[in-house]
DNA sequence: GCTAGCACTACTATTATACGAGTGCTAATT
DNA sequence: AATTAGCACTCGTATAATAGTAGTGCTAGC
C-alpha cells in the first residue's frame, strides 16, 4: 500500500509528464512537495520499486510506468470537470436539431479530435444485430442495377449488381420474395437463410434463379460487419512519442484493421473503460479509452485513442459528456 | 538538344536511381557504357548545366532532377509492357464476372497498390455530371427516417433525417413531388430547383413543408461532391523518401483533402498524364500519375501516387492495362 | 524520519580525426 | 577532336575523445 506521500508524488510525476515528456526529476517535485528533494528521491525508489516508475537510464529523472498510469487512473485522477471552452464547442454541435444521432455523434467526436488532438472511434452495432428491414432495387441501365439493402436500425448499404438476361420481372419477383420470408433476420444470418430457405423456392418460380441468387447471395454476404469510423487518425502524427516511421506504419495498420478495435469492445456495462498500453493491443505507447452508449434503437462504442501520456482526466470527462448527450 | 550518349546516360541514372534512391557515380555509369568514367564525368556535368541532373553536395554522384524526370518520361522511357506476375494478378480481378465496373476499379487498384507499394486512387464523376435518378424513403421509427438518392450513374446516398410531428403521408406526398418535378437534374442543381420549384408548390399541398423542405435541402447541399476512394496511403510509409514525420503530415493532410486532387483532373483527354514533384501540387517529391476513363455511364478519372522516384515504365504500363479493361 | 552533501553515472553536445566515394581539371593518348 | 589516365580536392559519414550536466544513490548528521 502506497503512504500518502508517495501517492503525491506519483501524480505529480504522472501529471508533469503528461504535460511534457521528459523524464521527472526529484527537484522539480520538491519544489511542489514540501520536503528536500533527497525525501522525494527515496519516496521515488519506492515507487519504482512497486513497479509504478521507471527510469529511462541509470541516472535521470523517472517515467511512470505502464502500472504508474494504472494506478494513477484507478485512484488518484480527480474526476475534472469539462472546461468551458471544450463544453461551448461540443453543445453546438449536439444543439444542432437538424442533424441525426450518426451525425452529431461523428461531427462532435471531430471537434473532440481537434480539440485534444487524440484519435477518436465510434463502431456501430454490428451486423449481428441489424436485422434485415427491407431491400430496395434500382435498375440502372441494361444489364446492372442496385440493390440497396436498409436495416431497422438505419444502416443501409448498397451495392451495384451486374445480371445478364434477367427481366426485371424476375428481379423484383426475387426480392418480394427475400422481403417477404427474411425480413428480420440479422443481417449476419441473412446469407444462411438465403441459402436454405429462399434458394429452393425461387428455384420453382424464377427463371434465371441461379444468377439471381449468387448476386444476392454476395450482396448479403459482402455486408460490412461493423460500421467503424475512424476520426483524426493522422493525430498520432503530432504526438512526439510517433516520431517513428515504423511505429506510425505498425499503429495505423492496426487502426486500419477494425477487427482489431473490435477486441476492444468486449465488455459492455456502461462504464467508461480505459487500456493503457500493452493492454490497448495496439501498441504499448498507446491507450485506448471508450464507453458504450445507447440511445433508441442505436447503440455502439466511443473510444478515444492517444498516447498513453493521455490528459486521462479531461478525455474521460469528455467521454461521459458526450454519453451524457447521445442517451437523451 | 542532348546528344545521343547524354540520353544514354541520363536514362542509366534514372533508373539506377528509381531502383536505389542513392547519388550515382560516374564509375557506376561507365561499367554499363563503354567508356571511362572520365568522359561519363563530362557527360553528366553537360547534363548538370542543362539542369536535368543535379547534386546533393560538391562531390558526391547525381541524382536527377525534377526536370531531369520530365526529359525522361517524355523522350527516354521505353514503353514497358506488364510483366506476367502483374498481369495475372490483375486478370482475376477483371474476369471475375460478379463484380460491378465500381468494384473491380476498386480492387484492382487494391492490387496494384500491394504491388508497386505506390497508393492508387479513384475519381467518380462529380455531383455536376450525376443526374437524380430516385428518391426512396423508409421509415425507421417515429420520427426519423432515411431518404435514400441515386443517381443515374448509379451512385447512391443515403441520410437519416429527423422530422417532428410530420405524418409519414405528407413525407410521401413530398417525395412524389420531388421524383416528379426534379428528376433529371444534375444533383449539384437540386438544391436551388428545391427552392424555386418546389419549396412554392409543397407550401400549398403539405402540412409541415418547412420542416420537410429544409430536411430535402441538406440532404442535397451535403450531397458528396465528387467520390474520392484513396487506397493504400500507408504505402507512403515504406518510401524511405517520406522518413520524415513532417512530410509525411503534409502528404497526408492533402491526400485527406480531395479537393487538392480535384485539381488534377482539369484536362480531360484520355492520355495518361504524369505530374512530377512541384507538378503534383502535393509535394515536391511526389509524382501524380493519372488518366481517365469511359465506360458506358461510368466515367472518373484513376491516379497512382508516389514518390518522384517512381517506377514510372511500370506504372504507365499498368495504368494502361486498367483503362483498356474498364473501357470494354 | 528528513535532509545536506558528495561521489558517481550515463546521456548530450562538441570537436578532432580518419576514411572514402565522388568530383573537376589537366595533360597525355588515340 | 574526342577520350582517358591521373591526381588534387571536397565533403559527408563514422569513430573516438572530451567536457558538461541533470540526475541518481548513499551516508552521515540534524
Redesign the interface.
Known sequence: MLTDRQCKVLKLIVEKYIKDPVPVGSKTISKTLKCSSATVRNEMSALEEAGLLEKTHTSSGRVPSEEGYRYYVDHLMEPKKMTGEDMLKLQTVFHN???????VIVKSLQVISDMTNYTTVVLGSTSHENLL??I?V?P??EG?L?V?V?T???H?E?????LQDVSLEEVKKTVNLINNLIIGTPIDEVSAKLEYEVKPIIGKYVKQHEQLY??FY?VFSDFTNQEVNVVGK?KF??QPE??N?EK??SV??KL?NPELLHKIEKDDDNNIKVYIGSESKIDDDVTVIKTRFKS??QEGTLAIIGPKRMEYDRVVAMLEYMRENIER
Not at 97 to 103: I, R, T
Not at 158 to 162: A, E, G, P, V
Open positions: 436539431q437538424q442533424l441525426s444521432l450518426s451525425d428491414k427491407q430496395e434500382v440502372i441501365d446492372s442496385i440497396i436498409i431497422d436500425r438505419g443501409v448498397h451495392k451495384n449488381i451486374r449468387n448476386a454476395h493522422n502524427l503530432q510517433f516520431s516511421i506510425i506504419r495505423f495498420n486500419d433508441g434503437n
